[in-house]
């Protein structure tokens, strides 16, 4: 009779222990391994949702373990590790709430006209029941938590406008070289962001006209945010003439999903 309770309190504790929360995001890397994919070279990703379908039983899992966090345990975390979880929850979710719809053209598509995607309240998180808004603008963006303008090149929207999703997760370990690499990545794309020379005057993401006071807090103005990025946005030729402008036009935002074909 022993041996047997030990033997069950053994699998309950080792089962405890798998479905632990570990601060490198093993779980959710390896998932994002098999189904996110570089594309133009390196500057966006696709994800494949029919094949994370197959998989929502680890997706799953992922988000139980990111649910069992409680507030009290992540507060006690430093500064990259409370970031690095809060980025890490709003992809994952945000692919929870895609492949659950899957087949679609637009993840504006699910929720219909009077309750968008981002206002719908579906996440388990610190006793809670959150809508990702809330942990993007309520957690992620609260004035004087984080102040990290870059997150919008991480935080993912499942769309082909938006900065890709990297095929790995956030770690504190690693959080500002990544966030420097996906800032980096999307300022590169020329089809989301470029300085036209001609017209003497950036064209760039409309993240820059949503968020352009998280960049201005940063830089002192968008502007000046975007003349110290010239160097991406810029061909050498043209990197005199970037760093004096202030002109900027805002491009079309493409809401297709981010699909692999």
């Known amino acids: 009779m022993r041996a047997l309770l030990f033997l069950v309190m053994l699998c309950l504790s080792g ?14 890397t390896a998932l994002l391994s098999r189904h996110v994919t570089w594309v133009k070279p390196g500057f966006a990703s696709q994800v494949d949702y029919q094949g994370l379908q ?6 799953e899992r992922y988000l139980a373990v990111l649910s069992s966090v409680q507030r009290q345990q992540y507060d006690s975390w430093n500064r990259d ?19 659950e719809h899957y087949p679609l053209d637009s993840i504006k598509e699910i929720g219909g006209l009077f309750a968008s995607p981002w206002n719908q309240a579906f996440i ?17 963006r609260e004035p004087g938590e984080f102040d990290e303008p870059r997150i919008h090149f991480a935080v ?23 966030l420097q690499d996906s800032q980096r990545r ?72 981010n699909q692999a074909h």
């Open 15 to 28: 089962l405890s222990f798998a479905n632990a929360f570990e601060h490198d995001h093993p779980q959710w």
């Open 156 to 178: 993912n929207c499942a769309s082909i406008g938006c900065p890709a999703l990297r095929p790995e997760a956030f770690v504190a370990s690693a959080l500002d070289a990544q």
């Open 81 to 99: 590790q409370r970031l690095a979880f809060l980025i890490n929850a709003y992809n994952a979710f945000t692919l929870k709430l895609v492949t």
């Open 54 to 59: 197959q998989d929502q039983a680890e997706l």
């Open 186 to 257: 999307f300022l590169s794309d020329r089809s989301r962001n470029r300085f036209d020379a001609a017209g003497d005057h950036f064209r760039v993401s409309k993240i820059f006209d949503w968020y352009a006071d998280d960049f201005a807090k940063q830089s002192g103005s968008l502007q000046a945010y975007l003349q110290k990025q010239a160097t991406l946005l810029a061909t050498a030729e043209q990197l005199e003439q970037a760093q004096r402008t202030g002109k900027v036009e805002f491009l079309d935002y493409d809401w297709s999903l």
């Open 124 to 140: 388990p998180l610190f006793g809670q029941t959150l809508t990702l808004n809330q942990i993007e603008h309520s957690m992620i």
